[in-house]
Each structure stands twice: as C-alpha cells, then as structure tokens.
C-alpha cells in the first residue's frame, strides 16, 4: 500500500478575515428567530491553511471512525458545527471554526454525505487572535497533539505579537509547558517526522531535545537511531530503553575512618573511578594521558553521621500582669457614654423600605434575529438542544491579547 504523505501546518498564516453582512441579510428575508443554520456542505469551508490538525496516520484513524459514525447512524444535530458568514467575490461563504475533523469525515463520504450540516453562525465575527486561541480551548474531544498546540504558539509569538506569558496564561498551560511544544515544533526534520509518524512519543523527543541542549542534531541522531533499533526488534514505537546504548551500574565502596588522611580517601575512591571506566591512552611518552572511551555518569553517595539535634531550650511561662485599675475619672466617663435603656410599650416596627421600582426596560425583549445567511439553500434549523460543551458560542471568546513586548522566533519551515 501506497504511503500516504502526511500534510504538516506551517507557523505562518495570513488570513484577511471579510466577515459578510449577516443581519442585513436576514432580515430582508423577513427571517424571525434561530442561531443554528442547516448548511449546505459545499458552502461550508475551511479558512486555507488555518487548521493546525497534523494528517497523521492517527487522525486519519480517527476521522474515518466519525464518518463510519455519521454514514450508519446520520449526522447528530445535537452537535453542530461553527462558522461565521464570510464575503467572497463569488457570493457568501460560511468559513469553519469548529468542527474541522467532522466536517473532513462528512466530505469522506461521497454519495452517503447528508446534504446539509447544522451550523451556529457566529456575529459579528471573531479576531484571527481569538480563532486561533480558540483552536487548543475548543478542542475537547481529540485535544491537539503537542506539535499542534506548537505551531498555535509559534503562531501566536510570530503573528499576533503575543508574548509568552500572555500566551501561557490564555491557553491555560504552564510556561515550561510551552517552552517544551516550542522545542518541539522548532526541531529538527528527522524528529518531527519520527513524532509525527508515532515512531516516538512527542515527551521523549522533548527529553531528548532538552538534553541536547543547543545542539538538536545530536537528538536527531539519536532519536533516529532508536527507532531503527526498535523496528529492528519488531516494536511499532521507540521507547527510553532504545535510546543510546544500555548502561550498566557499578557498585564501589571505600571505608574510612576518624583520622583517615583526606588524600588516602581521593585516592582511594579516584582508584574505583579507574577500575569502573574505559579509557584510552592519548599521546606518547611523557606526554601521555588517559582519556575516557566511554560515556556515563558518576554519581557519589557519602554516608557519614548524621548530627545531633540540638534539643530546643525550655521556655519560662510568661509572668502574668497585674490588672490595671480603672481610674474613678475613666469609670464615671465610662457610665457617661452608656446609652439610656429603650422605653417600653410602643409596640411600633419601623416600616419597611419600599423596594425601588424594576427597571421597565428590563421585561422589554430583544427582538427576534433573523435567519437568513444570503447562502443558497441554507434554512433555519429547527429549535432543539444543544450540546454545549461541543460548541457553546453564547459563552464569550477569550479576550484578545494585548500586544507586549516582541519574542524573537526563530525562523523554521516546518
């Protein structure tokens, strides 16, 4: 079978957003109520090159999996999709803003795709900042992988002139976090294809990453290397244990006692250095020295004894002072200040404050919207529930960031 090319989003995108006259339009149709539009599906469309979905072999899986859904059961209206009307020279478009991989698995279907999807349309329409913002806050079904949440934050950094901190805190995520999918999406070739192709998990190539620190190739080369070691070995995904070569831990001890001269020690323990590390010989003669073969790390536990606890000293209970002694002076001002006792018999309760009257304006109702989008064939669906954690849009949009100080990104195709 063919191998099919994976579609990688880039980290630049410019869209020139020309939102269309959605009011104006319904009401010279005379529309009266509704949010939710069923769409034709050729009137439905993607913003071009917006959506950060990787097409990977595992959304492939996925996509397929909703659209055997959708060809056996229909299309949940339950579920709509989002949009806003976009002007285009050829007339009204509704450009796509939630529900990317349903609306990619409906046009999977050829002959067996419903005619019409159910749309919210949203008005006025959204900021390119929110959209993208919104790409990591609406996705709670199949959140974006680590290298998609990157390329929104590189997009972020680069077109929004957002900073990181701003970035951070909007996309509900720690800074380490997304200094880590900026380390990843900012890679080498080799290991985001190895990530993407799921022949490594995205927290290994950022382990691997982080301990190359500035020099990512050699992460590539390793990470290279342990996939082709874990195909060799029939595993479908290199793991930790394919990384580099397998370490061996060697056990030294060295005694001491009260009164050991320091040098003994350091010589002692440098000799168990030597017995546990390949070295080679650098240089002749006098000018010879010995150099490690191999890598590795030392690591040094000392046990000594541990010191005493100095016991806390007893505390003395605090004397007690003697009660000052109110002057006659203070007491007779004292019975001065007291307040005469309320007379009984009156039996009256203050009246109750009348409560303010309600503002009249607040039983006023909005007038009804109207229905009609200028797109051919599109109708006001019926009204039913909606199941708003899929695409609530009377919950407000981020807000949008504020432009701070500028973050320098380097410059990657990806």
Known sequence: MAKTPMTIPSSKVSIALAAGSTEPAMKAAEAKSGKV??????????????????????????????AASIKANGYDSTKPLAGYVHKTDDGNVIYLTDGHTRLDAVKTLGEDAPATLPVIVRSPAPSLTDLTIALHTNNTGRPLSPFELGVVVKRLLKGEGATK?????????????????????NSPKAVRTAVLEGNVSSTLAIQELRKAGDDSDKAAERITAAVTKAKASGKAKATAKDVGVKMRKVKSTVSIADGTDMKEIVKAVAAKVREAIEARTDGEGDDAIKLAAVDGTISIVIEVPAPEKAKPAAKKPAAKKPAAKKSAAKAEATSETKPAAKKKGSGKKPAAETPPAADEDENISADDDA?????????????????RTDADLDMPLPPAVKNGDGVDDEEVDI
């Open 37 to 66: 539009f069923n769409v034709p599906v050729a009137a439905i469309q993607a913003i071009p090159g917006f959506n950060v979905r990787v097409d990977s072999p595992d959304y492939r899986q996925h996509r397929d999996m909703i």
């Open 165 to 185: 901190e701003n970035i951070a805190e909007r996309l509900a995520v720690t800074p380490r976090y997304l200094d880590d999918v900026l380390l990843l999406v």
């Open 371 to 387: 229905d009609d989008l200028g797109i051919e064939g599109a109708e006001p669906a019926e009204e039913q529930e909606i199941d």
